[in-house]
């Protein structure tokens, strides 16, 4: 299903709106999937918006993208991001357009942090713009699934 988008959120993202409001802005994760559900629905797309906070979980979740045949697969791996050679593995299965999305810049902050093994695997990464990033990777969604679209 061409429109069909998996929107993937890794560990600690269920904190959101009180986890390092600082860093990660003020809105909980339900008030990011409300905006990317009002979005993807004038867009075309099909969205289905989930958090895990197992390594084995996301990977599940992208077996069942590949199995969906979904279209495309936007992740926030969030600190497996900079580890997980599982999920670098099985985004490698998915025959999609992922986009990687961070809420924040995580090249402006510890070291540990510059390291992404979902960049290798994706084909753009969205990081330091907040919630707002996950709307973006939408609408880059729409224009390489949807033909025709305005973005
Ligand atoms: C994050 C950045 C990661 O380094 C961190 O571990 C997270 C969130 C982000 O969205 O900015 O949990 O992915």
Known sequence: ???LVYILNGP????????????????????????CRALAGQLGLNIDFRQKNGEGELVEDIHE????????????????????????DA??????VIIEVHLSNVHAREEFRHRSLIA????????????????????????????QVEV
Do not use: C, Q, W
């Open 1 to 3: 299903m061409d429109n």
């Open 12 to 35: 600690n993202l269920n904190l959101l709106g009180r986890r390092e409001p600082e860093t990660y802005g003020a809105l909980k994760l339900g008030d990011i999937e409300r905006r």
């Open 65 to 88: 993208a590949i199995i969906a045949d979904a279209g495309g697969i936007i992740i926030n791996a969030a600190a497996y991001t900079h580890t997980s050679i599982a999920i670098h």
């Open 91 to 96: 985004l490698r299965a998915f025959e999609g």
């Open 120 to 147: 290798p695997v994706a084909e753009g990464v969205i990081a330091g713009l907040g919630a707002e990033g996950y709307e973006l990777a939408l609408r880059a969604m729409a224009s390489r699934l949807i033909e």
